[in-house]
């Protein structure tokens, strides 16, 4: 069942057909020039048409990882919801839900009715998306284990609800997947039982060859290769190895030591045209895997799902900044019994997760050269312990100390516990709709001009990931609001819509509110008004 949405936007500048949306937008920024101590400001304005395929097909998602506890944890929330399943608990009787995803529980704001009035809808129903309920999984893991059998070893999903699942999930086999001992912590070699043997290009192929027989065998029109298996160590990027897509193969083909499993995985999903999102903190997409998603046109994302204490950093912080106080000091402690607390044991991997939640703060920082000198940063410590008995339900706690007025202090400090499969199954949700949404929109100047897609990195998924990977030369934008801000206003882009300004002039500018509260601003324009506006006089 697609997430057909019952949102018409009446305007001339869009158009429906029984295949497309198309939207005419005019593209607005502010180009700024320094002359001597002077600054310039020139507003632009680009005029683009939007195309978005409006069928949505089937589609369906491979992880890889799919045993462990985010892998078995998405999968019983798929059927929880697609059954509409309740069960008890000491609490009382609970109903499924997508809590935690943007797509399923957030609004966007459409615009005000005629009280003025916020309207929201929400965001399914601003374009064409998959439903949940329709995804179709499958994946790979390095654990033999059943995905019923997952789920009890995962210990997040309520008992009651496991017995309602544990017959369709008992069905679930993850196929063998790549184990090298070199990037996962030597602690997994226990789980490691079920695996592609042979050669880095054997192992390839093998990962082609399952991508088909998961199309063929559901004939779906696309699908999503998603990695939530455990956080390799960064590969050493190597000119001549990781630096073009021929190197890549080259290095492929020998069987390379620092092309790495991740690696392996995006390679054969970008080849068999499928988006690869990385979902954890590891340097998969090197540059030469990316040119090659690029030539081909498949899009790729990463790196690593932004749980709730990171989402809650880049607020605060961006928070603190934005009212003038100058964060000098960030310390970030962690600790969490699951088997990703186990593989980030390991100092390697550790480290990889180290640098991804280091750098979520920078451009944050850099916006305000009057608390920041060039290169000057906050002391920022990230600490990760692994406590078995916590099990998934992982602890946070930051500290966060400003410079206020007169070189004062003022700290903040937040404790958060979570459910860590929790938090990160919505996100994988999100992540696969959005990036096959994302896939169906196109964009030209005009009608002399080929239609194209996005660039192949979908940076726009920058919401969800903790260290977004972007385009070569584009600035990273790791401030939560910014972010979604511009998710928000690239679908409203898309069906013509102006990006939101929260200016809300109808209810501060003395004749607009006489026009709103008339009725004046509802209702038809006259004649004279059409024809000065296509006039281009208003």
């Not at 081909?296 to 990463?302: D, F, K, L, Q, S």
């Not at 958060?416 to 938090?423: H, K, P, R, V």
């Not at 929109?441 to 920058?462: I, K, N, Q, Y």
Request: aromatic share 6%; hydrophobic share 40%.
């Amino acid at each position: 069942m697609d997430t057909t949405s019952n949102l018409v936007v009446s305007s001339p500048k869009i158009k429906y057909t029984e295949d497309y949306i198309y939207a005419d937008y005019e593209y607005e920024e502010t180009l700024v020039t320094r002359n001597n101590n002077e600054l310039v400001a020139k507003p632009l304005r680009t005029s683009l048409q939007i195309r978005t395929q409006r069928k949505v097909g089937k589609v369906g998602v491979m992880l890889v990882g799919w045993g462990g506890n985010n892998g078995s944890t998405f999968t019983a929330a798929v059927l929880a919801n697609r059954h509409q399943l309740s069960w008890n608990t000491k609490n009382g009787k609970m109903d499924s839900n997508w809590y935690g995803s943007i797509t399923q529980a957030s609004t966007v704001r459409l615009g005000m009715d005629e009280k003025g009035n916020d309207v929201y809808v929400p965001m399914t129903q601003l374009l064409p998306m998959v439903h949940p309920d329709d995804i179709v999984i499958d994946g790979w893991d390095i654990s033999p284990l059943n995905l019923a059998d997952s789920m009890v070893r995962a210990k997040v999903i309520d008992h009651d609800l496991q017995q309602q699942l544990k017959k369709e999930m008992s069905a679930m086999k993850p196929r063998p997947a790549i184990y090298d001992p070199d990037f996962i912590a030597a602690n997994q070699a226990d789980r490691a039982t079920n695996l592609i043997k042979g050669t880095r290009y054997e192992q390839y192929l093998q990962v082609r060859a399952d991508i088909k027989d998961f199309r063929d065998k559901h004939k779906l029109d696309r699908i999503v290769v998603l990695w939530t298996a455990n956080t390799e160590r960064f590969c050493e990027v190597l000119p001549g190895v990781h630096d073009t897509d021929e190197n890549l193969e080259k290095a492929l083909r020998a069987n390379n030591s620092e092309i790495s499993p991740s690696t392996i995985f995006a390679l054969a999903a970008i080849d068999e045209g499928c988006c690869y999102i990385n979902g954890s903190p590891q340097n998969t997409l090197v540059a030469g895997a990316v040119q090659r998603a690029a030539r081909r046109g498949v899009p790729v994302a990463g790196d690593d799902f932004k749980s709730g204490q990171t989402k809650l950093k880049s607020v605060l912080v961006d928070f603190l900044v934005s009212a003038g106080l100058k964060p000098v000091s960030i310390v970030s402690y962690n600790h969490l019994g699951n088997n990703d607390g186990k593989n980030l044991s390991a100092p390697q991997q550790f480290r990889s997760k180290e640098i991804t939640k280091s750098n979520v703060v920078d451009d944050m920082v850099e916006s305000n050269q009057i608390l920041y000198k060039p290169g000057e940063k906050p002391d920022h410590v990230v600490v990760i312990k692994y406590v078995p008995y916590v099990g998934d339900s992982k602890r946070a706690m930051d500290e966060y100390t400003s410079e206020i007025l007169l070189h004062g202090a003022n700290t903040i400090a937040v404790h958060n516990t979570c459910e860590d499969s929790l938090l990160a199954a919505p996100l994988m949700l999100d992540l696969l709709l959005l990036a096959d949404l994302l896939a169906r929109v196109s964009f030209r100047e005009d009608d002399t001009h080929e239609w194209s897609g996005m660039h192949a990195v979908l940076s726009p998924l920058a919401y969800l990931l903790k260290a977004p990977l972007v385009p070569a030369g584009a600035p990273v934008v790791n401030a939560l609001f910014k972010q979604r801000a511009a998710l928000d206003n690239l679908l409203r882009a898309c069906l013509a819509l102006p990006p939101l300004s929260h200016l809300q002039l109808e209810h501060k500018v003395p004749f607009l509110m006489e026009s709103l509260r008339s009725g004046a601003m509802f209702s038809p324009p006259s004649k004279k008004q059409k024809l000065a506006h296509e006039n281009g006089d208003q």
